[in-house]
Every structure is written in structure tokens, then in C-alpha cells.
């Protein structure tokens, strides 16, 4: 097992500032390992120097595959490309922020000896993160949980070790919709938890603002789950039912009592009222139906504009 290659994909966006250090932590790591391995930058269509300071630093380790994307197509097809262009016996996909300690790769491939095809990196501690970002992940956990078929493992993002076999088992899954911590769930496979404590963010900043985490989260819960159409149906019936009961007591009420006027303010907020969860209704549905639109075209996850591969390109000379 020694000699099995490793492959660390590594998307980036705008992270020129931190990509040198991550480099040399995780070069360390591998080297220690004394197995072949491979690292991975796909560059998702960043507005800085990160292309520029990822060939530098393939000039000192031929190691480095350098992967630039035609333009941004958001981390989810970044990471997709990466598996895509992967090699390694073992995938492990990171980002370069350094807030996911490279050192917990060592304790990823014990347990992968151990014969477990998917290790999974749990953080236990998230101090470092902001206490809306905490609060709103444990909720995005626990909706998704309760709604989707399949359960996604709180407080676990895509850092994490998987064997070849589990890799194209997602590479068979055709969606262009990508909600890759759904997929990774998904396939299954024999699985190990490691938990570790995050970290902050070494330099940089994060790309992930309050209104793309929003939307990142309705991506999961549609891509994986039909019950937000279900539960419209049960609130249309509550609502039918309820306008029933009410009916009912106005012509009870109006046959003994006489002719009830009612308020206009009580029939205006009514009116509102179901106008609002209609439109709501249909935005869910419009959801679906955009996911199906989308899903239709059927136009590639993403483009690649270049490949850059020292090792690759060395071998192909010898073999000339």
C-alpha cells in the first residue's frame, strides 16, 4: 500500500495569499509519508495572482498539477474537476486556507489502512468561526437531516480521504447541479470519523458571504430531497380545512343569529394572507422546476482552459 498514490485536490479563488504556505505545509506532510502523491490546484477563475503563484510553485515541486478553469464556476465545479483529473489510489480534497490542519492526513491514511474506503474530518471545535455561521450550520444540519433521504454529517465539510472505487462512484452521478457534501454522503461506503479543531484562516479572505451560504444551502435541500413539495400539500390542505371549519361556523352563526357583516380589514389580511403562501408555493415549485431546466441542457459542470502537469508531461518525453 505504500506505493498508492495520493492526490490532494486543492480549488482555489483568489487565495494568492495564503497558497505558499499551504504548499509548504502540505508538501512536508506528504513527503513524510514516503508515498508517490500529487497535488491539485484548480484554479476557479480567480481575480488575483493565484494562477501565477501556483505555476511558481510547480517550478520547485513537479509534483504540482495546475488546473485553470475557463472562468468562475463556483467551488462545487471546481472540486468536480479535480476529481475529474485525479489519479491517486486515495483523493483527498482540501482548501487552502490552512483551516483544515494538513497534519490530519497522516490519521487519515491509518484509517484507511484500517480498510475504510471514506474518512471523514468532524470538527469538533469551530471556535474560530462567527456565531452566526455556527448557528446557521447546525440549523442547515438539522432541516437537512430531517427533510432529505439522506443524512450529511454535521460539522463535516469536503476535507476528507477517499479511496479510488468511492471517486467513481461520484463520477458516475450525472447531475450538473452539484451539492457535493450531498454526493459524498450519497455513495455510501465504509466510513471512519477523525475529529480535529478548526483552525482560523491563515491569510486571505473567505469568498462565502451570508447570501451565497443561503443559497449553497437551498441547493442541498432541493438536490436531495422532495418533502418542501410535500409540505405544501399538507398546508394547502390545513388551509382547506380550516376555511371549511370557518365556513361552516359563519352560516351556523348567520341562520341563528342573522346576517354577520364582516370587516373589511379581517377580509383584506385574509386575502393577503393566502396571497402570500401561493406565491410562496410557487417559488418552491419554481425551485424544482429550475433545477430540472437547468439539469436539462445538460451543459458541462465546467470548462477547463488549461492543464499544466510537470510529471505528466516528463513522462510523456521519456516515453518519446
Given at each position: 500500500m505504500k506505493n498508492k498514490l495520493i492526490s490532494i485536490i486543492c480549488p482555489c479563488y483568489n487565495e494568492e495569499q495564503v497558497l505558499g504556505l499551504f504548499a509548504k505545509r502540505i508538501t512536508a506532510i506528504l513527503e513524510s509519508t514516503n508515498r508517490t502523491y500529487e497535488i491539485i490546484f484548480v484554479n476557479d477563475g480567480s481575480k488575483d495572482n493565484t494562477l501565477a503563484k501556483a505555476k511558481y510553485l510547480q517550478k520547485s515541486n513537479p509534483n504540482?498539477?495546475?488546473?485553470?478553469?475557463?472562468r468562475n464556476f463556483g467551488k462545487e465545479a471546481a472540486l468536480t474537476a479535480g476529481l475529474d483529473i485525479s489519479t491517486g489510489e486515495v483523493v483527498i480534497p482540501i482548501d487552502a486556507?490552512?483551516?483544515?490542519?494538513?497534519?490530519?492526513?497522516?490519521?487519515?491514511?491509518?484509517?484507511?489502512?484500517?480498510?475504510?474506503?471514506?474518512?471523514?474530518?468532524?470538527?469538533?471545535?469551530?471556535?474560530?468561526?462567527?456565531?452566526?455561521?455556527?448557528?446557521?450550520?447546525?440549523?442547515?444540519?438539522?432541516?437537512?437531516?430531517?427533510?432529505?433521504?439522506?443524512?450529511?454529517?454535521?460539522?463535516v465539510g469536503d476535507y476528507r480521504l477517499m479511496t479510488r472505487r468511492v471517486v467513481n462512484a461520484i463520477q458516475e452521478l450525472p447531475e450538473n447541479q452539484r451539492f457535493m457534501k450531498g454526493i459524498f454522503s450519497w455513495v455510501g461506503f465504509k466510513t471512519s470519523v477523525i475529529e480535529y479543531k478548526r483552525e482560523s484562516r491563515q491569510a486571505g479572505h473567505t469568498s462565502f458571504n451570508g447570501w451565497?451560504?443561503?443559497?449553497f444551502a437551498l441547493d442541498g435541500i432541493t438536490g436531495f430531497s422532495t418533502a418542501?413539495?410535500?409540505i405544501w400539500l399538507y398546508i394547502g390542505a390545513l388551509i382547506s380545512a380550516s376555511a371549511f371549519i370557518y365556513g361552516s361556523v359563519i352560516f351556523f352563526k348567520t341562520i341563528i343569529q342573522g346576517v354577520d357583516v364582516p370587516g373589511y380589514a379581517s377580509m383584506f389580511t385574509s386575502i393577503l394572507f393566502l396571497g402570500g403562501i401561493q406565491l410562496i408555493g410557487i417559488g418552491v415549485i419554481g425551485e424544482y422546476v429550475g433545477r430540472m431546466y437547468m439539469?436539462?441542457?445538460?451543459?458541462?459542470?465546467?470548462?477547463?482552459?488549461?492543464?499544466s502537469n510537470p510529471a505528466v508531461e516528463e513522462a510523456r518525453d521519456s516515453n518519446d
Open positions: 504540482i498539477c495546475v488546473v485553470n478553469l475557463s486556507d490552512l483551516q483544515d490542519p494538513p497534519e490530519l492526513i497522516l490519521e487519515f491514511l491509518k484509517e484507511w489502512e484500517k480498510g475504510y474506503d471514506v474518512v471523514l474530518a468532524k470538527r469538533v471545535d469551530r471556535s474560530s468561526d462567527s456565531w452566526a455561521k455556527k448557528k446557521s450550520a447546525e440549523l442547515f444540519y438539522k432541516i437537512h437531516n430531517m427533510m432529505a433521504h439522506v443524512d450529511i454529517p454535521e460539522n451565497k451560504l443561503w443559497n418542501p413539495l410535500r439539469e436539462a441542457k445538460r451543459r458541462p459542470v465546467y470548462i477547463i482552459d488549461e492543464v
